[in-house]
């Protein structure tokens, strides 16, 4: 059982960058698909970014492609979420989300997260 705990989130302003990480723990990580989701106020959470165990195959959301980059360090048991030109409309609660196994561009396929770390877009 993997568990995750992200972290770097924070407030900045329109067209600034934030790196989110989240690491992981109690299971082989590149045993992993790791993905990025978001939920704003009031919205169903949705996926923004994922990965596979090997970094070879990477889905990006139309809205944040060209502007945001997951990569991840399996020596680190870390994936990260390198966001640019950050917009208000990505304000949100952005999850870490992992499932054993080939990416899967549906929210329900991931079954194991992390809290949370808000991330504030000003304008």
């Known amino acids: 059982q993997v568990q995750l705990v992200e972290s770097g989130g924070g407030e900045v302003q329109a067209g600034g960058s934030l790196r989110l990480s989240c690491a992981a723990s109690g299971g082989t990580f590149s045993d992993y698909t790791m993905g990025w989701f978001r939920q704003a106020p009031g919205k169903e959470r949705e996926l923004t970014a994922v990965i596979s165990w090997s970094g070879g195959i990477i889905y990006y959301a139309d809205s944040v492609k060209g502007r945001f980059t997951i990569s991840r360090d399996n020596a680190k048991n870390t994936v990260y979420l390198e966001m640019n030109s950050l917009k208000p409309e990505d304000t949100a609660v952005y999850y870490c989300?992992?499932?054993?196994?080939?990416?899967?561009?549906?929210?329900?396929?991931?079954?194991?997260w992390g809290q949370g770390t808000q991330v504030t877009v000003s304008s």
């Open positions: 989300g992992a499932r054993h196994g080939l990416p899967m561009a549906v929210i329900r396929a991931y079954d194991h």
